[in-house]
């Protein structure tokens, strides 16, 4: 038995929320009751967390330092402190997070009691909200103790891509083919994604607070940017902002919401690591900046055609590719990153007379979902729901056929919200 979660995005609590650990244990109870099952005969259980596990980017601590994710080593702010200094102040305290010891405590439970019966491993496979683990050895292994994960990862970075020949799958986080939240060849590097959550989704709904709250008084307003850091994707944001706004009672809370966002783009697009990221010639960047500043009379319809433009090329693709170089051994693909669970056929091949099915997967989010809709009259919107997605694969072959030889499974569970 072979298990994926991914982008759980347990934080250190100062932005954003964490799901609730009532979630982790339905999920332990989920996976408790498929290996009671007596015609499961479940040999082994594997566990992944496919990346973005804990979220060392989305923290309000980055904004009491001039050190970013992509400053130097050498670098040190006012207080001589580093990058890997602010890292480890940034984690210590996603570790002190009550709530995430609940909701690591309930898997590590889980893992303690299977443990009795059948070999149990958990694993770790990087994103990009947590590469800075892979960066520091010792942060690195605290993670992999907090979270259980077996291995000594003093000296062993967590891997970027795991195989699992036995049950035909290949993963990784995904992050890969997202040019906004992949710089470079490897993934010891930051992005224009760590830039974007740092100096624009953390620092803005903070701002609005405080001048909102002093000369407008508008509640919901700030209650609707709370959900900032659940838009996907990124740079669908300005339109959601929008959406927002129009349902505003303050015309004066607007007009500064709109102009503190302003302010910070024009700030994000200044900054030298983010315009370095600008190559000669009309590029995604050059529409990433067109379509990121809300602009008086352009029409919002204009702005979704050229946003659109902007969407990484169809992971259903890259997946393909993968299964290609293993064929014959892969015949699941699963990624995680985009928060939109997915399940999709991406191609056959014959063995020996009998069709194989290659399947791509994503492993989806353990968070609330935005998504913006097209209402009946034009207007655009977004609507957005609590999610919980687990994939897992079961051997299917001989001795230790599990599931009666079922290949896969998924849970996927989605609260709707409070009205």
């Given at each position: 038995m072979?298990v994926?979660?991914?982008?759980l995005?347990?934080s250190?609590?100062t932005?954003?929320?964490?799901?609730?650990?009532?979630?982790?244990?339905?999920f332990a109870d989920s996976i408790q009751?498929?290996l009671?099952k007596?015609?499961?005969k479940i040999k082994?259980?594997q566990?992944?967390?496919?990346?973005?596990?804990?979220d060392?980017?989305?923290?309000?601590q980055?904004q009491?330092?001039?050190?970013?994710p992509?400053?130097?080593?050498?670098?040190?702010d006012?207080?001589?402190?580093?990058?890997k200094?602010?890292?480890?102040?940034?984690?210590s305290?996603?570790?002190?997070?009550e709530n995430?010891?609940a909701c690591?405590?309930f898997?590590k439970?889980?893992k303690?009691?299977i443990?009795e019966?059948i070999?149990?491993?958990f694993h770790?496979?990087i994103?990009n909200?947590?590469w800075?683990?892979?960066?520091?050895?010792?942060?690195?292994?605290?993670?992999?103790?907090?979270?259980?994960?077996?291995?000594?990862?003093?000296?062993?970075?967590?891997p970027?891509e795991m195989?699992f020949p036995e049950y035909?799958?290949?993963?990784?986080?995904?992050?890969?083919?997202?040019?906004m939240n992949y710089?470079?060849?490897?993934r010891?590097?930051?992005?224009?994604?760590?830039a974007m959550v740092i100096?624009i989704l953390?620092?803005?709904?903070?701002?609005?607070?405080?001048?909102?709250e002093?000369k407008f008084?508008?509640p919901n307003?700030?209650?609707?940017?709370?959900?900032?850091?659940?838009?996907?994707?990124?740079?669908?944001?300005?339109i959601?902002?929008?959406?927002?706004?129009r349902k505003?009672c303050?015309?004066?809370a607007?007009?500064?919401?709109?102009?503190a966002w302003n302010?910070?783009v024009?700030?994000f697009?200044?900054?030298p690591f983010?315009?370095?990221?600008d190559?000669?010639g009309?590029?995604k960047f050059?529409?990433f900046?067109?379509?990121?500043k809300?602009?008086?009379?352009?029409?919002l319809?204009?702005?979704?055609?050229?946003?659109e433009?902007?969407?990484?090329s169809?992971y259903?693709?890259?997946?393909?590719k993968e299964?290609?170089?293993?064929k014959?051994e892969t015949?699941?693909?699963?990624?995680g990153?985009?928060?939109?669970f997915q399940?999709?056929?991406?191609g056959?091949?014959?063995?020996?007379?009998?069709?194989?099915a290659?399947v791509?997967?994503?492993?989806g989010?353990?968070?609330?979902?935005?998504?913006?809709?097209?209402?009946f009259?034009?207007?655009?919107?977004f609507?957005g729901?609590?999610?919980?997605?687990?994939?897992?694969?079961?051997?299917?072959?001989g001795?230790?056929?599990?599931?009666?030889g079922?290949?896969f499974?998924i849970?996927?569970g989605v609260l709707?919200?409070?009205?």
């Amino acid at each position: 038995m072979l298990v994926f979660i991914s982008d759980l995005h347990l934080s250190d609590g100062t932005t954003g929320n964490t799901i609730s650990s009532g979630a982790f244990k339905e999920f332990a109870d989920s996976i408790q009751r498929i290996l009671d099952k007596e015609d499961a005969k479940i040999k082994e259980l594997q566990m992944v967390f496919l990346g973005d596990i804990f979220d060392l980017i989305r923290s309000e601590q980055w904004q009491n330092t001039s050190i970013r994710p992509w400053s130097e080593e050498e670098d040190k702010d006012k207080g001589q402190q580093s990058l890997k200094d602010w890292t480890g102040r940034v984690f210590s305290k996603i570790k002190e997070n009550e709530n995430n010891k609940a909701c690591v405590g309930f898997l590590k439970s889980l893992k303690t009691k299977i443990s009795e019966k059948i070999p149990v491993i958990f694993h770790y496979v990087i994103g990009n909200h947590d590469w800075l683990l892979n960066r520091y050895p010792e942060i690195r292994q605290e993670a992999a103790e907090f979270l259980g994960v077996n291995g000594n990862f003093s000296n062993t970075p967590f891997p970027e891509e795991m195989f699992f020949p036995e049950y035909h799958v290949f993963a990784r986080h995904g992050d890969k083919f997202d040019w906004m939240n992949y710089d470079g060849k490897t993934r010891n590097s930051s992005s224009i994604g760590d830039a974007m959550v740092i100096d624009i989704l953390t620092k803005f709904p903070k701002e609005v607070k405080s001048e909102t709250e002093a000369k407008f008084h508008d509640p919901n307003l700030i209650e609707r940017l709370k959900d900032i850091d659940n838009v996907r994707p990124l740079y669908t944001l300005p339109i959601w902002l929008d959406s927002v706004c129009r349902k505003s009672c303050s015309p004066r809370a607007i007009d500064f919401a709109k102009a503190a966002w302003n302010k910070l783009v024009d700030e994000f697009f200044k900054n030298p690591f983010v315009s370095s990221h600008d190559s000669w010639g009309p590029d995604k960047f050059d529409i990433f900046e067109a379509v990121f500043k809300i602009k008086p009379g352009w029409g919002l319809g204009s702005a979704l055609k050229l946003s659109e433009r902007l969407l990484p090329s169809d992971y259903q693709s890259f997946a393909r590719k993968e299964a290609g170089l293993w064929k014959g051994e892969t015949r699941y693909v699963v990624y995680g990153h985009t928060h939109d669970f997915q399940v999709s056929p991406i191609g056959t091949y014959d063995d020996g007379g009998k069709d194989i099915a290659e399947v791509y997967f994503n492993s989806g989010t353990w968070r609330k979902f935005m998504q913006k809709v097209v209402t009946f009259d034009g207007t655009t919107d977004f609507v957005g729901w609590q999610v919980m997605t687990s994939v897992i694969f079961y051997l299917e072959k001989g001795e230790k056929k599990e599931r009666q030889g079922r290949p896969f499974e998924i849970l996927n569970g989605v609260l709707g919200l409070k009205a």
